[in-house]
């Protein structure tokens, strides 16, 4: 049992940690709120309505990906520091692993994850869908979206609009 | 699975034993295809067309059978089995370490998930051209569902065992959802996923109680260390591997679809995919059968007193409840999953029967062989014809929609009534054939009554593949319902994409309720399921086919232990 | 232990040529040219369905012809290794019991062929038939329990087919009641066929469903097994008969069933099910059959009174007919389990003479609906006026199903009452009374049907036409033969009747004590002289019925 004790420490102090930095931040952080600073972050812009409620699912997807890559790693990392004695053996197996991995992130470009815009393979089978939108269409329509139901008049709401594309 | 197998190249510092690739291929052929097809088509995006990714399947399927016949010859030296898996150059011998086990058996259960998924290629063909679906990822799935399933086949060890079903069935889980357009697929997809989740969870625990009764994921370990082991008393820790097997077996029941384990397979079956249903229902399936007879009748042999009645429980529950719930369906998809699970109960009749000490053991692992052949073939024939008569939309598997299906395909309706009556254990089929080595099995071991309970089971799933002859033939199609029909056309026909090519109405006729996919089927899958009833019988007429091959795979499976 | 080998040595004069697995070959043949017919020559398929019923006719008349007169074994035995991993082979053979059941399969078909139609989709109608014919003839002929086994059920879907898909009124329900019995019925069989070929096999060292061998070797079973594997197969062929109390699916399928259907079932299918009571009931287990012929003597004696009584109360001229068999098969039943030689003779006599006569009766009703369209006996009347020749013909069989002496029906009965009066005295009392209650009810419809005043639709009623007449007359002629002259028929039968009574007597303590007057084949014209000198009683016997029923 006693051999879990530096766990059982280091667990105690984690929580210590964690604990005493809410604590600290509470007493010692200087304090100054304002109204931009309370509002929600957009892009600089000053956000006319709520958070919208809808955007791409493909954020979801890119987050995933990077999470499911991500954890391929932790898999390198255990041969990496073991090199030496795996050896050959070693090398051959993880470069089957990283082909594996990378033969899915070949996949993952083919199947259009990682485009931005409309997808190729979507565009084909949805009519519904102007094939006609590309990537800048997209993101000034995502752009206008939080501008027309603003309270600032609409002329400034386009100028904005278009800056913003522009920036 | 393939760092597993490239774990024994031969290397430098961690010496293992030489790995005879020979003996690999046919399950390297599976994997490697799988993952070729899907970089194939990836790089050249010409080839995601639909064609393709359809023959390139076939053909994996094919290689891999073919390259069964040199694994055969090799393996098949019952002389030199000596008691148990041997590591020599010829006979049944395990191979990586010990994780994994070449013998008549595995080659058998091989060969018999090949033709799943062969068959199963050319109904998917059709279906997608079908259902404006396109994408090589159904095959990619399908064949790597049938490379771990060939893995749990073949899995000489807990660990890979366990390895092999989740190959299996985590592709199983995302082709039961792929259908992206229909709710009911993802709902499948679904339950499926978070059940077989559940099973997995069971049977990982399962493995945990058995290494931690006997100290050992091997079978051969397991199997050592019960009361047949010099020195060890075996009772020591009876409670714990009892549990371990208790857990395992759940586990299998799950992915076997016994009862009380089932509830998942209706709702799965009627919702995803036709072509996937055929899949699931066979390749899977006996990928279950064949792990649950390795893993119980080899490492758990020495127990087998104890396991053997709750098997018995499984199987019989199985049969009655699966005859006796189809009773009230009117979904054919439906029907047809408890008549799977009523199947299952038969394959379970002969576990239990090869489980016998006395001459019903051999007699038992043949029907069970033989059982998973006939049952694949029939059950991928049967969802092959529910595919077609599906219908654009897949929706229309309502006992009215077979309806006078002998007018407006009598070929489909004949090859239906081949594989339903197959099914049923009519004489001049394999169905007959199976489940008479089943009662043969079971007389053998003196297990009378459950033969007896078993066959009453069987005439009572028998209703249920009455009632969708009786639509087929024996009740007009403009007689009823009419109206229902188009009106569920018109469902039909608006849900699905406009622009895809395929099904059109036949307007103004008669026969209005007939599409032009029951008229006209693809030829892929037409092929398929005649196919499926030509080797259906075939195998009622000849079933001493290759008899040499059963008898010698049989005893691999037994002498294993 | 006696080898399959030495069995097959056994058998004498060797086929010409495969002759009796010709009669299953070519009704398949036929069955395949027919499913090969383009879609729109369905007109050809009744042209082809009679050519190859009747080749397989005239085989089976073959058989007739080579079928050595005074053998009691198996002949043209045709044996084959077919599953050999499961001990299952090709045995096909005839005896003297299943001899006559072979020919009248090969004689009812293409009659019931040519005397009826096909409403609709003449297709698959015929394809159906022929494999239907295929299949009873492979069940007659089968040595091996399990290939008999396969035959007995795979008629089940040809029969599911033609009751179903051409008909009359509840036909779906008829045939799902049909297949579902019956299957039912013989789930169990097949349980009983296993454990006896494991038990017998465990003993002999040699795993066989060979007929023979079982029967040499039954013995070996324990008491209780025996029982078992014996319940199980009468549970089977009790279905078939039927047996009364579980007859309820047959009024159903033969009233329901198109005329072709109804004939063959009546003709050829209920034999299965007493030719399963002697073949592998007597045959196989003596013993058990012997100990329990109590039970099936009663249900036997019932069903003659219960099928007889029914059948008066009938409404319907073809459920009336369909009753009668039930009151028929009753006689089979009480001669098989009479187990004398009289009894089983008179029984095989039988199972022909309710094929030809129950046969033709279903075809004469089949031409009344099809001239009327109703069956209702109460909506018919002084049909005898407008159609002579059919109220001739219809006499004629009405006749020979009372059992009127001079004709056929009255030589098997006689027999079984001989028999059974001998070793069952008190169940054929009963018995007596069927052979009066079918005159009531047969006669009462008759009366009822064909005499008095013609009225409304009836006028309009035509008679038989000429080709009706040629396809009827076959029936006829072996109604008044086999009435006048059933010698050459029983000089087949009794051989083998004999040695399966010889073989019950070896297995059964005491039987043979019991058995007062063995017969011996010398003892036929005797036999046929008492059975006609006896006639007149008969004949009086009729009359009295008659003149009751005016």
């Known amino acids: 049992m006693a051999q879990y004790l530096p766990v059982l420490a280091l667990l105690v102090l984690a929580g210590l940690f964690a604990g005493l930095s809410f604590v600290a931040s509470k007493i010692f952080a200087p304090r100054n709120p304002t109204a931009e600073k309370l509002a929600p972050y957009e892009c600089g812009i000053t956000p006319g309505r709520d958070l919208p409620e809808r955007f791409p699912v493909r954020f979801y997807l890119v987050a995933m990906l990077f999470v499911i890559f991500d954890i391929e790693i932790v898999f390198l990392y255990p041969w990496a520091v073991n090199y030496q004695e795996l050896g050959l053996f070693g090398l051959v197996s993880v470069l089957i692993f990283s082909a594996l991995v990378f033969e899915s992130f070949v996949y993952l470009i083919s199947k259009g994850a990682l485009d931005w815009g409309p997808l190729q393979v979507s565009r084909r089978q949805d009519p519904m869908r102007s094939a006609d939108r590309t990537t800048a269409s997209t993101v000034r329509r995502v752009g206008q979206d939080g501008r027309t139901v603003t309270v600032l008049d609409a002329g400034v709401a386009a100028e904005e609009a278009g800056s913003g594309v522009a920036a | 699975m393939i760092a597993l197998v490239a774990q024994d190249t031969q290397t430098v510092a961690l010496p293992g034993p030489p790995v005879v690739w020979s003996l690999l291929w046919p399950f390297l052929i599976l994997a490697v295809g799988g993952v070729l097809l899907v970089t194939v088509t990836s790089v050249v995006p010409v080839l995601r067309g639909r064609s393709f990714p359809a023959a390139f399947t076939c053909l994996t399927a094919l290689a891999s059978g073919l390259s069964l016949i040199p694994v055969w010859q090799r393996v098949d030296r019952l002389d030199l089995v000596g008691g148990t898996i041997g590591s020599g150059t010829e006979g049944p011998r395990s191979l990586v370490s010990g994780a994994y086990a070449v013998d008549g058996f595995t080659v058998f259960v091989t060969g018999v998930i090949c033709v799943s998924v062969f068959l199963t290629a050319l109904l998917l063909d059709g279906y997608l051209r079908r259902e404006g679906l396109d994408g090589p990822e159904w095959y990619v799935l399908m064949l790597m569902s049938a490379s771990g399933g060939v893995l749990l086949a073949s899995a000489n060890d807990l660990i890979v065992s366990f390895l092999g079903l989740e190959i299996l069935s985590i592709a199983a889980y995302v082709m039961a959802a792929l259908h992206l357009r229909r709710a009911e697929s993802q709902e499948a ?188 073939v029939m059950v991928t024939g049967t969802f092959g014809v529910a595919t077609i008569v599906g219908g654009r939309g897949d929706g229309r598997h309502d006992l009215d929609d077979y309806r006078g299906l002998s007018r407006s395909n009598p070929l489909l309706a004949g090859v239906m009534a081949i594989l339903l009556f197959s099914q049923a254990g009519v004489p001049f089929t394999s169905g007959f054939f199976a489940k008479f080595r089943v009662i043969g099995a079971l007389a053998s071991d003196g297990s009378y009554a459950l033969g007896g309970a078993a066959m009453l089971a069987a005439v009572i799933s028998a209703v249920l593949y009455l009632r969708i002859v009786v639509s087929m033939f024996l009740i007009d199609n403009g007689e009823a319902h009419e109206a229902d029909h188009e009106a569920v056309d018109a469902v039909a026909g608006g849900r699905a994409a406009p622009e895809a090519e395929g099904d059109t109405l036949v307007e103004a006729s008669p026969e209005a309720s007939v599409l032009t996919s029951v008229r006209a089927p693809a030829p892929t899958a037409l092929l398929a399921v005649c196919l499926a009833a030509a080797v259906t019988l075939v195998l009622g007429l000849l079933p001493d086919l290759g008899g040499g091959i059963l008898s010698d795979a049989a005893s691999a499976l037994l002498l294993a232990g | 232990m006696i080898p399959v080998a030495l069995l097959a040595a056994e058998s004498a004069a060797p086929a010409p040529f495969a002759l009796l697995p010709s009669l299953i070959a070519v009704p398949v043949l036929t069955a395949v040219f027919i499913a090969l017919l383009p879609a729109n020559r369905g007109d050809f398929a009744k042209a082809a369905a009679l050519v190859g019923s009747t080749i397989t006719g005239a085989i089976s008349l073959f058989v007739l012809a080579v079928f050595e007169k005074g053998d009691p074994g198996f002949q043209l035995v045709s044996q084959h290794s077919w599953v050999s991993s499961l001990g299952l082979s090709w045995i096909l053979g005839v005896d003297g019991i299943s001899l006559f059941l072979v020919v009248l399969t090969g004689i009812l078909f293409p009659i019931a062929i040519v005397t009826t139609e096909a409403h609709h989709e003449p297709k698959p109608y015929y394809l159906w038939l022929m494999l239907l014919m295929a299949g009873s003839m492979g069940a007659f002929l089968a040595l091996d329990l399990l290939l008999f086994f396969l035959f007995f059920e795979v008629v089940l879907v040809p029969m599911y087919f033609l009751i179903g898909g051409w008909g009359h009124g509840e036909r779906v329900k008829a045939a799902m009641k049909f297949f579902l019995y019956t299957m039912a019925a013989s789930a169990l069989m097949l349980v009983g066929i296993v454990s006896l070929a494991v038990l017998v096999g465990r003993e002999t ?338 009359q009295e019925a008659e003149e009751g029923a005016e």
Not at chain 2, 336 to 343: D, E, P, Q, R, T
Not at chain 2, 346 to 352: P, S
Not at chain 3, 428 to 450: E, K
Not at chain 3, 519 to 526: F, T
Request: charge should be negative; charged fraction near 10%; proline fraction near 5%.
């Open chain 2, 189 to 376: 997809g679904f339950k499926y996923f978070v059940l077989g989740a559940l099973a997995s969870a069971f049977f990982l625990y399962g493995i945990a109680l058995v290494y931690g009764a006997t100290g050992s994921t091997t079978l051969q370990g397991i199997f050592a260390a019960g009361p047949n082991a010099a020195g060890l008393d075996p009772r020591t820790d009876s409670s714990l591997i009892l549990a371990g097997m208790a857990l395992l077996l759940v586990g299998f029941a799950f992915k076997v679809s016994a009862v009380p384990f089932h509830f998942w397979a209706p709702d799965v079956y009627q919702g995803a995919p036709s072509p996937v249903v055929a899949f699931m229902a066979s390749g899977v399936k006996v990928a279950g059968f064949a792990g649950l007879a390795r893993i119980f009748l080899y490492a758990f042999q020495p127990y087998w007193a104890d396991w053997r009645p709750a098997i018995a429980a499984l199987a019989v529950l199985s049969t009655i409840v699966g005859g006796l719930l189809a009773l009230a369906q009117r979904n054919v998809k439906r029907m047809l999953a408890y008549s799977s699970i009523n199947h299952a109960g038969f394959m379970l009749l002969a576990i239990h029967a090869a489980a016998s000490p006395d001459d019903g053991g051999q007699r038992g692992a043949e029907a069970l062989l033989f059982y998973l052949l006939a049952y694949t």
């Open chain 3, 205 to 542: 060292g040699v795993p066989t469903f060979d007929v023979r061998v079982l029967a040499e070797n039954s013995d070996v079973l324990s008491h209780t097994a025996a029982l078992l594997i014996f319940l199980s197969f009468a549970t089977a062929f009790a279905v078939k008969v039927p047996l009364f109390p579980l007859h309820t699916w047959l009024p159903d399928a033969h009233t329901e069933a198109p005329t072709a259907g109804s004939v063959i079932l009546a003709g050829v299918m209920l034999k299965l099910g007493t030719y399963g009571f002697i073949r592998f009931g007597l045959y196989l287990l003596p013993e058990i059959a012997h100990e329990l012929a109590w039970i099936f003597l009663t249900l036997g004696v019932v069903g003659i009174v219960y099928g007889a009584a029914v059948a008066t109360m009938q409404k319907d001229l073809k459920r009336l007919v369909a009753y009668s068999s039930i009151a028929h098969l009753g006689f089979i039943v009480l001669g098989v389990f009479a187990m004398n030689a009289q009894g089983l003779t008179g029984a095989v006599l039988q199972m022909v003479n309710h094929g030809v006569s129950t046969g033709a009766l279903f075809i004469l009703v089949g031409w009344v609906y099809e001239r009327r369209h109703t069956r209702e006996i109460a909506l018919l009347g002084g049909l005898q006026g407008v159609a002579p020749i059919m109220a001739a013909v219809f006499t004629v069989v009405m006749l020979s199903s009372i059992g009127l002496p001079g004709l056929n029906g009255f030589v098997g009965e006689f027999l079984i009452l001989l028999g059974a009066f001998s070793s069952a005295r008190w169940w054929a009392v009963v018995g007596v009374s069927g052979v009066i209650l079918a005159a009531l009810y047969l006669l009462w419809a008759y009366q009822r049907v064909f005499h008095g005043p013609v009225s409304g639709d009836n006028e309009k009623m035509s008679d038989l036409k000429l080709s009706e007449m040629f396809g009827i007359a076959p029936l006829i002629a072996l109604i008044i033969a086999m009435g006048v002259y059933p010698k050459p028929i029983l000089d087949r039968i009794e051989p083998s009747v004999d040695a399966l009574v010889a073989h019950i007597g070896q297995r059964v303590d005491g039987f043979s004590e019991q058995e007062p007057e063995p017969v011996a084949p010398a003892g036929v014209d005797e036999l046929i002289a008492t059975a006609e000198a006896s006639g007149h009683g008969g004949e009086a016997e009729a």
